[in-house]
Structures are given as structure tokens and as C-alpha cells.
């Protein structure tokens, strides 16, 4: 793994020196472009708008409008020279408690490792201190030719970096448009929408979750390289309609349960006949023991 920045991460007077690597990496299916009918890829060049030539990547430069088609052109070791060793800096602004920090703020997620041996012990005093108070960093630093604002926090042994939006970034929700906020629920709708959360609460299992339309791409591609087909997907629900709430809630509630089964060899046989009960399963009350596991398992 290599590293995509390297700094001094600093806190008052003590500076860490730190490798930044990326957490997450990207599993999506990516093509290329080809014109219909052929086997022609389509590329993209970088042009000169006014003659139609190609220009080479290092006779580009940035530009700014700062006006009607008026541009204020610079050069990278101009922006560099206005913030010098700040593209080598993770300054530390202030500390804040974790649960304040609302996700709509996180962007792009990255492990902070001590870059040197030495700087071992000042990381982990920091990773600890950290986690024994459950705080996180915010901090600033220069990444990819803009200043960003991080949150660095405590992980598994670990100190995990978050890029994250600045406020102004971040739109109002007030601008959305249709926002039910005139609209009235009653006690019972409520109780059943709660009920179904409670019944569909478990424990945060990030690797029991798959991604899988990237699989039926995967399949799909497969299949017409074999020169098969793939089965369409079923089609999704339609939306549930007012008048329906109830009904759906209950009907949510009934299968969340159906799929959250027990351990049926720790039920006594009425617990398993109220089971087959609520599953409506046919002839349950001739059924012995052994014959109510069965059908359970098969309902």
C-alpha cells in the first residue's frame, strides 16, 4: 500500500510525522467506450479551443474568470509559493467530542501511520488519548492543490482520517422542495413504525452487506461472453400509498419477524405453535414438535 500524502500532523507543540493512506478503495465495474457497432475505442484529447490543436499536459495551466471571457491565469509554484510547507502540514485546530459531528459533514476516509520509527510513541499517545476521551481532531491541510478540512479520530488501533465538507459546502435543507413538514401521523402509525424498527434492529455487520449490482454486472458480462442471457431482475415495489400505511406497516412488522427467526430447538412447542400461529401456517394444531420445526423452516 503506498502512501498518497506525507506531513507532520501537529497539536500544540508536539509534531508527528505521518503517512496518510486510503481506506476505501473503489470496486465498481468500469468500462471503455467504444462506438456502436465496432470495435473503435473513443478517446478524448486536450485541444486548443481556438485552433482544434492538441496540447501536451504540461503546457496547461489554470485559469480564472474573473469576468465576461476575462481569465486570470497561474502557474502551479505560484499557489505553491502563497501557502509554503502548508502541503506538508496536518495542523490541528481544536478537538471536539465525536458524537457532535454530524456524517453529512464526512467526505473521503484514510489511515494516518507514524512515518518514522521515532515517531511511534508521540502517535500512539495521541491515538489513546484520543480514545480515552472519545474526541476527535479537527485539523487543516493542503491535499491534491486545495485546503481541506479533517477530522482525525481514534479507530482500532489506528487513527482514521476524514476529509470533510466546510459548512458552506454543505446546502441547506431548507432549499429542498416538498418537505413534509405540515404532515400529521397518528399515535398507532407511530407505534407500528417503531415497532418494525425494533424488530429489524441488530448488531452493525458491515460484512454481511454485498454489492450486488455490481455482481449482476458481473454476470451479465459473463453471461455474453458465453453467449448466454442473464434472467431480468424483478421489477421494484411501487410506492405504498396513503391509505395503505397501516396496512404496510403491519404487514412490515409480520415479515420482519417471519425472517428474524429464533433458534426453533430452544422454543417449547407452544411457543412454536404461537409461531406457526402468526405465520399462519396450515394444520399447525396436529402438528407434532419435529412437524412445527419443518414447517417453520420452510414458511
Same mark, same amino acid.
Given at each position: 500500500?503506498?502512501?498518497?500524502?506525507?506531513?507532520?500532523?501537529?497539536?500544540?507543540?508536539?509534531?508527528?510525522?505521518?503517512?496518510?493512506?486510503?481506506?476505501?478503495?473503489?470496486?465498481?465495474?468500469?468500462?471503455?467506450?467504444?462506438?456502436?457497432?465496432?470495435?473503435?475505442?473513443?478517446?478524448?484529447?486536450?485541444?486548443?479551443?481556438?485552433?482544434?490543436? +492538441?496540447?501536451?499536459?504540461?503546457?496547461?495551466?489554470?485559469?480564472?474568470?474573473?469576468?465576461?471571457?476575462?481569465?486570470?491565469?497561474?502557474?502551479?509554484?505560484?499557489?505553491?509559493?502563497?501557502?509554503?510547507?502548508?502541503?506538508?502540514?496536518?495542523?490541528? +485546530?481544536?478537538?471536539?467530542?465525536?458524537?457532535?459531528?454530524?456524517?453529512?459533514?464526512?467526505?473521503?476516509?484514510?489511515?494516518?501511520?507514524?512515518?518514522?520509527?521515532?515517531?511511534?510513541?508521540?502517535?500512539?499517545?495521541?491515538?489513546?488519548?484520543?480514545?480515552?476521551?472519545?474526541?476527535?481532531?479537527?485539523? !487543516?491541510?493542503?491535499?491534491?492543490?486545495?485546503?481541506?478540512?479533517?477530522?482525525?479520530?481514534?479507530?482500532?488501533?489506528?487513527?482514521?482520517?476524514?476529509?470533510?465538507?466546510?459548512?458552506?459546502?454543505?446546502?441547506?435543507?431548507?432549499?429542498?422542495?416538498?418537505?413534509?413538514?405540515?404532515? !400529521?401521523?397518528?399515535?398507532?402509525?407511530?407505534?407500528?413504525?417503531?415497532?418494525?424498527?425494533?424488530?429489524?434492529?441488530?448488531?452493525? !455487520?458491515?460484512?454481511?452487506?454485498?454489492?450486488?449490482?455490481? +455482481?449482476?454486472?458481473? +454476470?451479465?458480462?459473463?453471461?455474453?461472453?458465453?453467449?448466454?442471457?442473464?434472467?431480468?431482475?424483478?421489477?421494484?415495489?411501487?410506492?405504498?400509498?396513503?391509505?395503505?400505511?397501516?396496512?404496510?406497516?403491519?404487514?412490515?412488522?409480520?415479515?420482519?419477524?417471519?425472517?428474524?427467526?429464533?433458534?426453533?430447538?430452544?422454543?417449547?412447542?407452544?411457543?412454536?405453535?404461537?409461531?406457526?400461529?402468526?405465520?399462519?401456517? !396450515?394444520?399447525?394444531?396436529?402438528?407434532?414438535?419435529?412437524?412445527?420445526?419443518?414447517?417453520?423452516?420452510?414458511?
Amino acid at each position: 500500500m503506498r502512501p498518497v500524502w506525507q506531513g507532520a500532523l501537529s497539536f500544540g507543540l508536539v509534531n508527528v510525522p505521518v503517512r496518510m493512506y486510503k481506506a476505501v478503495e473503489d470496486h465498481a465495474v468500469h468500462f471503455t467506450q467504444f462506438q456502436r457497432g465496432t470495435q473503435d475505442r473513443i478517446r478524448y484529447r486536450r485541444v486548443n479551443e481556438r485552433t482544434g490543436d +492538441e496540447v501536451s499536459y504540461d503546457d496547461i495551466v489554470r485559469g480564472r474568470e474573473v469576468g465576461d471571457d476575462e481569465y486570470v491565469l497561474v502557474e502551479q509554484d505560484e499557489l505553491d509559493e502563497i501557502a509554503p510547507g502548508r502541503s506538508r502540514s496536518l495542523e490541528v +485546530e481544536s478537538f471536539v467530542d465525536l458524537e457532535e459531528v454530524d456524517p453529512l459533514f464526512f467526505d473521503r476516509a484514510y489511515w494516518l501511520a507514524p512515518a518514522k520509527e521515532e515517531a511511534q510513541r508521540p502517535y500512539v499517545l495521541l491515538l489513546d488519548a484520543l480514545s480515552s476521551r472519545d474526541k476527535a481532531a479537527v485539523a !487543516k491541510f493542503v491535499f491534491h492543490g486545495r485546503e481541506h478540512l479533517a477530522l482525525a479520530r481514534a479507530g482500532d488501533g489506528v487513527i482514521v482520517l476524514n476529509t470533510l465538507h466546510y459548512a458552506a459546502e454543505v446546502r441547506n435543507a431548507d432549499d429542498v422542495p416538498q418537505l413534509p413538514a405540515k404532515a !400529521k401521523t397518528n399515535q398507532k402509525e407511530l407505534d407500528l413504525a417503531v415497532k418494525l424498527i425494533d424488530a429489524m434492529t441488530e448488531p452493525w !455487520k458491515p460484512d454481511e452487506f454485498r454489492d450486488t449490482y455490481r +455482481e449482476r454486472v458481473e +454476470e451479465l458480462i459473463e453471461a455474453k461472453r458465453a453467449g448466454n442471457t442473464v434472467t431480468p431482475a424483478a421489477e421494484p415495489e411501487q410506492p405504498t400509498k396513503v391509505v395503505d400505511l397501516m396496512e404496510a406497516l403491519a404487514k412490515s412488522v409480520r415479515g420482519s419477524r417471519k425472517q428474524r427467526t429464533p433458534d426453533l430447538s430452544e422454543l417449547s412447542k407452544t411457543e412454536l405453535q404461537k409461531l406457526a400461529k402468526e405465520r399462519d401456517v !396450515k394444520g399447525r394444531s396436529k402438528m407434532s414438535r419435529a412437524d412445527l420445526e419443518a414447517a417453520l423452516k420452510a414458511s
